[in-house]
């Protein structure tokens, strides 16, 4: 019988395998940050031991770093002792690290696909839920806890219980104005925020092969928030091109051998999976969430639902409790929410792609008055590319804080935060109550929505712009 795209991976890095115990797995790619390693970092220390496979180890500050002012002393206490001990760690160690300030530096997950780490058919291993978001190259990529990563810097190796299967495939194409923000918040919907447990997804099907490597890191970012172990995506000529010329993608004759294995890694005709969902792309339209997980979402054209609708009585306590936090009413048109913030960045949408989608409806426009909008490039890389082509300019002009690289208001670790109260749309991945900032409410949003949203001041799509006001000075 043929294997899956995540079988093959798996099976090309097994390294011990015995009856009745999870299979021990090589990792080519290490990343690290500065939340989940310190205490991995104490434990070599305790034992003895370095790390092993320093040349596939790399670090990088994302969750505390600042976005203003990075050239001044961290002024948060706490944020400035996680940040110096992965400094510390990483200089004790020997580990490349790209700091704060370097051109390199930016969310993890952002930084190794960038530099062409991140590549078809690899194991990938991170301290952070979304690393799942490396799966859109066609490798396995999965978050660990501290103690895991403490394994894996010492061995190089993770053991593993063989995770099972689902296909996710999206028939068609994604109707114009529907993006892969939206498709990922209507799957997540469909198969709720446990859905995926126990699984690694596969997104497969014609709406998936027309993607974009950016977009395609959206949809398997947020793999994590429907439970699943890992999401992936088959590579083809969209990955290789993405690939060709990084820094560390392969070169010459390694390129050619390297493409000529990827290309083998697709799931057999004949393969089976252990489960799969069937989406219909055209059936898609712009999609937010209005409750405090990634499944409690709608389109953006429907009504905040009435918890007496669910018959599960669980899911009926989730979304009372949900809309109580939120402060919003069953039935309110979800385009009737007004928001004070607009967060666009993160692991999620944090991409020059995502930039220029939002930059696109900001041109001309304005930010409405009294929303604060954030746009935070996903690295500092992906800041000096949105500078060359002049986007920082049309956010200021339209009124946004154009700020430095890292995660900032995706969660409330760094000074960018929500005031209690305060209601944001934003293009990260969880709105867990307090999540970006104590007694903050969150929606999540594309790009595109994050943008229209801006310039109204309530959720709103792009096509609502075209009644807008006529943008000012244009
Ligand atoms: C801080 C880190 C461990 C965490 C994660 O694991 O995902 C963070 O990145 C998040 O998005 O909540
Ligand atoms: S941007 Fe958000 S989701 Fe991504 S790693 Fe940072 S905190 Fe986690």
């Known amino acids: 019988m043929g294997r899956t795209l995540a079988e093959k991976v798996w099976d090309d890095h097994v390294v011990r395998r015995a009856e009745g115990e999870p299979d021990l797995l090589f990792i080519d790619l290490h990343l690290l940050h500065e939340v989940t390693s310190p205490q991995a970092f104490d434990g070599l220390r305790k034992s003895g031991r370095k790390v092993r496979r320093l040349d596939l180890t790399i670090a990088t500050e994302d969750h505390n770093t600042p976005t203003l002012d990075i050239d001044k002393p961290i002024a948060d206490p706490v944020s400035r002792v996680q940040l110096e001990t992965l400094r510390k760690n990483a200089a004790e160690f020997g580990v490349r690290l790209h700091p704060l300030g370097d051109v390199e530096q930016g969310v993890v997950h952002v930084v190794g696909p960038q530099l062409g780490l991140t590549q078809p058919g690899m194991t990938v291993v991170c301290g952070d839920s979304h690393t799942s978001t490396h799966g859109a190259f066609g490798g396995l990529a999965f978050g660990i806890g501290t103690s895991q990563v403490e394994h894996v810097l010492a061995t190089q190796t993770l053991p593993m219980a063989r995770p099972k299967t689902m296909a ?13 923000k ?42 994590i928030e429907a439970g699943a172990r890992a999401g992936m995506i088959a590579p083809d000529q969209t990955t290789f091109d993405y690939l060709e010329g990084r820094p560390h993608a392969p070169k010459g004759e390694d390129w050619d051998a390297a493409v000529a294995y990827w290309k083998t890694l697709r799931t057999d005709d004949d393969a089976e999976f252990d489960a799969e969902v069937v989406i219909e792309a055209a059936e898609l339209s712009p999609f937010v969430t209005w409750g405090t997980n990634p499944g409690q979402g709608a389109p953006l054209s429907a009504d905040v639902p009435d918890p007496a609708s669910y018959e599960d009585a669980s899911e009926r306590l989730a979304a009372e409790k949900a809309l109580e936090y939120m402060g919003l009413e069953a039935g309110q048109p979800l385009r009737s929410i007004k928001v004070d913030t607009v967060f666009v960045g993160s692991c999620t949408n944090g991409r020059i792609e995502d930039l220029r989608a939002a930059a696109d409806l900001l041109k001309g426009r304005k930010v409405a008055d009294g929303v604060r909008m954030l746009v935070v490039p996903g690295s500092a890389r992906v800041g000096l590319q949105a500078v060359s082509e002049g986007l920082d300019v049309v956010f200021k002009e339209a009124g946004a804080e154009w700020r430095h690289a890292g995660c900032s208001m995706c969660l409330g670790m760094n000074p960018d935060q929500l005031a209690p109260g305060e209601r944001s749309a934003s293009t990260s991945n969880r709105n867990f109550e307090g999540r970006q900032g104590k007694g903050g409410r969150t929606h999540l949003v594309s790009p595109q929505v994050a943008a229209a949203t801006a310039v109204l001041g309530h959720l709103a799509s792009p096509a609502d712009l075209s009644d807008a006001p006529a943008p000012a000075g244009v």
């Open 168 to 180: 996710i495939t999206v028939n068609g194409e994604l109707p114009d104005g529907v993006t892969a």
């Open 182 to 223: 939206d498709l990922i918040l209507a799957i997540i919907a469909r198969i709720g925020t446990g859905g995926g447990q126990g699984y690694v997804l596969e997104y497969r099907g014609p709406a998936i092969e027309k993607l974009s490597m950016e977009a395609r890191m959206t949809i398997c970012n947020m793999s």
